[in-house]
């Protein structure tokens, strides 16, 4: 029999199962490095180290120790079917009868990463830049419809020492489709205390990337606070309807409101960049979305709206202008239908 | 104190971390069913078992318990970043000063799903299908996008009592972009011994579909064998060249060999649909990749292309001879250059 172990990132975080899969086992075949972070449990077993890139050897060997009728464990670092060896297991197997071979899972490099960054994930591509034996072309078009879709995108074995182009295409492709000031979280667990870093795209430096990194990048909604990476994913802000909103939006859906830029305003520019009063109060308000400049004030409990200028900007009026008529046909709907609110919101964004 | 902890699909699959934070936890909060799946391990502990989607609820009150002094663990099943509690906690506590917050990474139901469906997984995209908070349209272009790029696809909350048209339309939109052959790794957490199956895409039915199914989509390098369903990421099978394709090749890369269907020929057809003898002995010989057809004879070990006959097509042979000069200059190459061949056979099925 033979266990394909997901151990994964570390010691501390091997589940249960693989642990229990572990002390079963007769013979335990693995990379030297990740052999040696679980040296401890292995003691009266077989060990069989071996070099890095020797994947087929590794399977071809444990599958002859299999027929031996030792009960195998070949670990696997993070989770075996996330670019590790599971595929690989399966399709030698394919050249013998009767292998019983289980798979057990592990906390992969992109969850281990979220955690140490934050909150960054939403829906989100797992993409590996090694290009050994997989297209650059294929490589490239993945990120770019990855890119273009707003995913979250997870780079695995983003580089090697002989292997930087991938890198610099994804770079390359990352600046034209998404643009420079795109968020990237960097996981660096080369050494033994692991690295986090958070940069904008333009700083994102080959230098600083190697084997052992992974990356996170942002999409549209990602932000960062008190030095975390954090996806907004929307929820709903338990708020009331202030007053003057309440006025505004009466008068609104009488047909009562400016359009375009209200000059006559006594607080005309109350924004930066104002270009339109359409909105004077924001519909959405609170969104709790800090991706477009808003923010909690703290000491009064208060989403600010002070650096956000978005709602005032020509594009998104008429985005919303499109769909609004359909959500809220009377003030209450601010309050009642503000998850339909939130949508529309994060559509207009998007756009 | 906050920590955000991932228990995993179930218990067998919780980490060392993660059970360490539980127990150095003085309050547990959580849905009603992932504290009961742990429960055992909670003696002495005060313990808040809350219902479904009353997430806001759940957060606010770790946020109280945690301003009380107390170490609160915040209970999520899979892994907190993966359409979990980490994004909601986050932006959440952005309201207040001096939350420390830890996230615990768990197996996800992608990784837990892939390991029970043998190895699907390449690149991979995940997609939650819910709309309550995402806009139906981003859903399409996010499903459409990853098809179109050849992603494996992982659908989360794919359907629930009251939503099922985000899934009807993930069904529309791989049917035109993938068709209807495409493979469907469907994994039902709903009772507690998880039920697969492996489908094409034409046999999906909404019916077998629940909360807590997880969906693995293959890419056009799946295939089913011994009813696991296994994703080639190539490697190289090791393998001498037999005398007849050394023959072949001398005269191929000499230009004496035929174009098109060569009907002279004695052997003529020796597959099924045969257009083109281009390449009578194919280059990539052995591939050890099921996906197009090709399979190992168990009792003589050797790999078997009866069933494929993607290399006498013509749109094969077409984009084969583009590259194949730069990659193929003497015969020895088709061993010493397997990894580039592989990689130009790959891009070939892609195209």
């Known amino acids: ?55 087929i050897a590794r399977g071809e060997l444990a599958i002859s120790k299999s027929f031996e009728g030792k009960n195998v464990a070949l670990i696997s670092s993070g989770d075996p079917g996330v670019f590790g060896m599971a595929n690989l297991m399966f399709q030698l197997i394919g050249k013998y009868d009767d292998i019983e071979i289980n798979v057990y899972p592990g906390v992969s490099a992109v969850n281990y990463s979220a955690s140490l960054l934050g909150a960054p994930l939403h829906d989100f591509c797992a993409i590996s830049l090694s290009d050994i034996l997989t297209p650059i072309g294929e490589i490239e078009k993945k990120i770019e419809y990855a890119a273009k879709a707003n995913f979250i995108i997870v780079i ?8 930087k182009e991938p890198f610099r295409k994804f770079k390359k492709i990352l600046l034209e489709v998404k643009g420079s000031d795109t968020l990237i979280g960097i996981v660096d667990s080369s050494q033994k205390s692991v690295k986090t870093k958070i940069v904008t795209l333009d700083k994102l430096d080959e230098d600083e990337i190697n084997m052992s990194t992974t990356l996170i990048v942002g999409n549209s909604l990602s932000y960062v606070e008190n030095d975390y990476l954090i996806t907004s994913r929307g929820y709903v802000v338990k708020s009331s309807i202030h007053p003057l909103a309440n006025e505004f939006y009466n008068n609104y859906l009488n047909g009562e409101t400016a359009t375009g830029s209200n000059k006559d305003c006594e607080y005309y520019p109350c924004h930066n960049d104002l270009q339109c009063c359409d909105f004077c109060f924001c519909p959405f308000y609170p969104c709790g979305d800090s991706s477009t400049g808003g923010k909690w ?18 594009s998104t009026v008429k985005c919303i202008k499109n769909s609004l008529k359909d959500i809220l046909k009377e003030v209450d709907d601010l309050k009642s239908n503000k998850k339909e609110l939130l949508k529309l919101r994060r559509a207009c964004i998007l756009k």
């Not at 570390?10 to 013979?27: C, G, M, Y």
Request: hydrophobic content about 35%; aromatic content about 6%; overall charge positive.
């Open 1 to 55: 029999m033979i266990n394909v172990i997901g151990i994964g990132p570390n010691r501390e975080n091997i589940t249960l199962s693989a642990l229990e899969a572990l002390k079963n086992a007769d013979v335990v075949i693995g990379y030297k490095k990740y052999i040696e972070s679980v040296e401890d449990l292995l003691e009266g077993k077989k060990i069989i180290k071996k070099g890095m890139g020797d994947e």
């Open 297 to 314: 004030i703290k000491s009064k409990k208060v989403w600010s709206c002070e650096d956000c200028s978005w709602i005032h900007e020509k």
């Open 156 to 163: 695995y074995n983003p580089i090697s020492k002989t292997r």
